[in-house]
Nanobody, 120 residues
């Protein structure tokens, strides 16, 4: 089992920045690839960013490329999402997820989510 707890969400004006964190406990964090997803009101959950278990590979949703950066610190069992130049359309609940392999189709574990609200 892996337990994931997100933090760092909040209310920010358009153009601002937030850094989300995802703290992992349980089985070895460094064994898992990690993703960030988000779900806006009335919309399906969508993929945002992925990172390999060692952190050497990353992948992003086109609309966040150049604005968001996914990273991880395996010594601290923590995943991050640095979000810059935020837009109102980034408003959503953000979830971290642990996967058996990089960009696997179905995550094995999910966090509970953290709300990000971007005002115009």
């Amino acid at each position: 089992q892996v337990q994931l707890v997100e933090s760092g969400g909040g209310l920010v004006q358009a153009g601002g920045s937030l850094r989300l964190s995802c703290a992992a406990s349980g089985r070895t964090f460094s064994m898992y690839a990690m993703d960030w997803f988000r779900q806006a009101p009335g919309k399906e959950r969508e993929f945002v960013a992925a990172i390999s278990s060692g952190g050497g590979r990353t992948y992003y949703l086109d609309s966040v490329k150049g604005r968001f950066t996914i990273s991880r610190d395996n010594a601290k069992n923590t995943l991050y999402l640095q979000m810059n130049n935020l837009k109102p359309e980034d408003t959503a609940v953000y979830y971290c997820a642990a996967l058996a392999s990089y960009r696997a189709p179905n995550p094995d574990y999910w966090g509970q989510g953290t709300q990000v609200t971007v005002s115009s």
